[in-house]
């Protein structure tokens, strides 16, 4: 199972950039890889998200990753595939698979580890070796927003197992599990897309509750884990998780003794780009811990790939990142 791709050798300038491209994990539009997005392949971008505008059958899914992997063999294809209401396979006609928060009123973990196992067994076949799933949030907030049915519900043990069980089914078909949303979602009244959320818990509340399910993944080998656009003041009063070594580097870590790939929600997300902005924010992502930067699910151009390039190669040379953050 690769999760990341290897480097391909180059010196100075030619290397930096290579190595700010690496980080990205960008989407594009259409069901064709276009040019652009081939190009800057070759030139070290080594991971593309697909999203619902990029799939119209299992055919031409599997078509457009031969043609990624034509100019790199081991390009990484990410996708969030969580079944139930957040599909991209089945985007057209609503999934044929049963969503986290079914599994979880069924509670029947080898049900939920087949269910994980079949959905990765048909990414696999597609070319996908990368699903950014399962969510491993405990849904406590009954008006959450944004979670809500993609939790397996708002008790910790129960998210806990279920998560475990979706991460082994998952990875046993080949396709690397990335839990989400870290250190969890669950708690906030307020959807990411739109603004910074806020949960105001206390350390012992995090650590018995959003931190249990995520303890789960690690030990069931979770390839990845992606970060959450959200303030939790009892583990850093200034920056969210997305942006604070506090809880990406400090908890996440070295408290949980996490050693796979960090990789960030979408960058464009309100919670981000309306108070840092894409490209501050992607720096101080990896500065915090993260390795990957997903941006896409809005914004899907060459530019905000450039954008990104850009401004990871000026922290560098301007001494704000060091340049062993880029180097996976």
Not at 62 to 79: G, S
Not at 126 to 151: H, K, Y
């Amino acid at each position: 199972m690769t999760v990341l791709a290897h480097r391909t050798t180059a010196s100075g300038d030619d290397q930096l950039t290579r190595d700010a491209l690496a980080v990205l994990q960008p989407g594009f539009e259409g069901t064709t890889a276009p040019a652009w997005l081939l190009r800057r392949v070759s030139e070290g971008l080594t991971a593309v998200g697909l999203f619902g505008r990029n799939i119209a059958s299992p055919e031409q899914l599997a078509a457009l990753t031969a043609q990624l992997r034509a100019e790199r063999d081991d390009v990484l294809v990410a996708i969030d595939e969580e079944g139930g209401d957040v599909t991209r396979l089945e985007v057209r006609r609503g999934s044929s698979f049963p969503g986290n928060l079914a599994l979880g009123a069924v509670d029947d973990t080898e049900l939920t580890r087949d269910v994980a196992r079949e959905l990765g067994r048909r990414l696999a076949e597609c070319g996908v070796n990368l699903n950014w799933a399962p969510s491993a949030d405990v849904n406590s907030n009954p008006d959450n927003p944004v979670i809500g049915v993609r939790s397996f519900g708002a008790s910790t043990e129960l998210a806990a197992r279920h998560t475990a069980a979706y991460v082994t089914g998952l990875q046993s078909a080949g396709v690397a599990a990335c839990t989400k949303h870290f250190p969890g979602h669950g708690d906030t009244n307020v959807d990411s897309h739109h603004a910074l959320p806020r949960i105001d818990a206390d350390r012992d509340t995090l650590a018995a509750r959003e931190l249990v399910p995520f303890r789960a993944a690690v030990e069931a080998g979770t390839k990845a884990v992606m970060s959450a656009h959200i303030l939790v003041p009892a583990l850093d009063p200034t920056r969210p998780a997305t942006l604070s070594p506090q809880i990406l580097t400090g908890l996440l870590r070295k408290e949980l003794g996490y050693e796979g790939l960090i990789v960030t929600d979408g960058m464009e997300m309100n919670a981000i780009a309306g108070t840092y902005g894409i490209e501050r924010g992607s720096v101080l992502a990896i500065a915090a811990g993260a390795d990957a930067i997903c941006v896409g699910g809005g914004l899907a151009d060459e530019a905000t790939v450039l954008r990104l390039r850009d401004a990871l190669v000026a922290a560098v040379r301007e001494g704000a990142l060091p340049p062993s953050l880029l180097n996976l």
